[in-house]
């Protein structure tokens, strides 16, 4: 047996990358005239041969192993400054005998204990002191008539795997399975005792430390021991916990066109509060959450305070206030439309936000398979619909956890089947009681005209809204754990002024479950549901009834098709409406994963979902591709039971950033 330190010690690939990175901010780089950033892997012609330099060629073999040979590559000094031929042999001696030494540190690196590396100049290889004047003089042989031959030459030999993996605590005790569960320490036969895969097991252990409330958990040892004649490593951290220590003051450092009694609001955390990684992330997430907020930092102590636990300290930067934009889309439902706002994004220096949207579309152009029963149905629009609207937000009313939301719009909303002409405002109180659960109370006023296949609905509404929000989630855009709630109800009662008189109630849940640790694997799930009472369903507007299909319902049928059919066959909306689906999210890469999925649901004429109504069912599979942002989808949905006459597709394809739901 051996005991091999130094390969632990850094990670070879990680150095090299450094090296390299050093290399190209202070050597001169050549330009490439057809391969712009390497994107055909071409190589660099070395200069020609010179009588006051010695330029050489170089070739590594003896591995196939691409993330091997990028490593010697960037560790490697002769190919680093192959572009830089040096002045001499013995300057050229000098480059080769350092990657000596480096090069097989590579190796080790990548679990290869018993690999040999070889370096011949113009066929003389470079081993002791003996051998360097020897290849020096080789080298001056091709002095000012041709490039030297330099050959790195690689034998890997067995590639060592990882056997055992222990964790004891500095008097030399292992730790119970409550605090470190085997998951932390299991290894597999294939895999690889590299010095990343040793590091990172080790950080996964620290982080496990952390997570159960210790800061300042370290690595006090790490030994690794290598069995040359199994051609496997042992590996032994020695771990100290440290003090397990509660969350501490948090001390807030705001510029000064923010108040930071806005940002303290949307700090949840109470001094002596579990502390964790994620308790301090979920601090940075709360405080991201305010718009006029450019950089966000949240940093820990290095030392507990009296009372044993850890200060906090945010630091924040207000953003550019002003925001103007402009956005052209075109959708197969609603043809080709353009968007404009203008955002005030800290409006008095109280994180308050004022926002101003413009939005203009042309059914006309899209997809349309109810024109000729419109016009049959007396439903006469141009086509051309937009949206004008106000919304201002002022965030945390006195310091406290009180938000005002106000808004304001105008509308011609024109769809397939109905269009609608409106008006209306609303003011709400939103009160935060945590970074993932909250509600909201307001008064909503709307008039308006609506018009489709069943009639004309002239309404007035004065309601009360309220609604509440829960979200446990760990990413908006790609949830892989947690579930999100989101139900509302608004009665616009008679004697309020409203006619019709009706009572609106949403609700709609998701959860998400990953099945492994590295959350390759992650079902989710989705349940809707809504209800409109208290009139006839040819006295509710538009607007309010419930339509299902598309790509955020019943994927594979068209955007708001699903539910009651009127005169000409055309969609008039339901009273209710129940929605489900389910997906498997599966990551093939790091970058590409494949979503089987299933959904399900109409909308109901009844105040209530009927089910001896037809539910309508579809089924696909879907492609992700995932960015820093998060995933881009496109999705492939197939109508399990079509209706003959109502015009579906055999098939939906859908495309957007962001998971389904």
Known sequence: MHVRMNCLLRSPALGGVLLSVAALLVLPQPAEAFDLFGLFNSEEEPPAPSASALPYSLRITGTDDSDVLRALQDTSTLYRLRQDAPPDGEGLVRRAKADLRRLTDVLSGYGYYQGTVSIRIDGVPVTGEASLVAAARAAEGSRARALVPVKIAVDLGPLYTLRTVRVLDPRGRPFSEEVLPERFTRTGDDVPARSATVLAREAKIVDRFRALGHPFAKVVTRDPVVDDAAHVMDVTFTIDPGPMAGLGEVAVKATDGIDPAVIRSFIYSEPGDPYSPKAVADIRRSVARIEGLGAVRVREGETLDAQGNLPIFVEVSERERNLIGVAARYSTVDGPGVRAYYANRNLWGGGETLRLDADIYYLGLGYDPFATQRKLAGIDTTGLGGRLSATFVKPALGGTRNDLLANAFVTREVQQSYFVDAAGASVAVRHRFSDTFSAQIGLDGQVGRSKDAIGTVDYRLIGVPLSVTYDSTDSLLDPTEG????????????????DPGIFVAKAQGSTYYALDDERKYVLAGRLGFGSVSGARLDEIPDNFRFFAGG???????????????????????????LEASIEARIKVTDTIGIVPFFDAGTAFASTLPDFDERIRKAAGIGLRYYTGIGP???????????????????VALYISLGQAF
């Open 551 to 577: 790509g955020g319902s019943v994927r594979g049928f068209a955007f708001r098709t699903l539910g009651p059919r009127g005169p000409f066959n055309l969609p008039i909306g339901g009273r209710s409406l």
């Open 632 to 650: 881009i989808r496109a999705d492939l949905a197939f109508p399990l039971d079509r209706i003959k006459g109502n015009r579906e597709l055999p």
């Open 483 to 498: 579930f999100r709630v989101i139900a509302s109800a608004a009665p616009y009662p008679g004697f309020l002024g409203s």
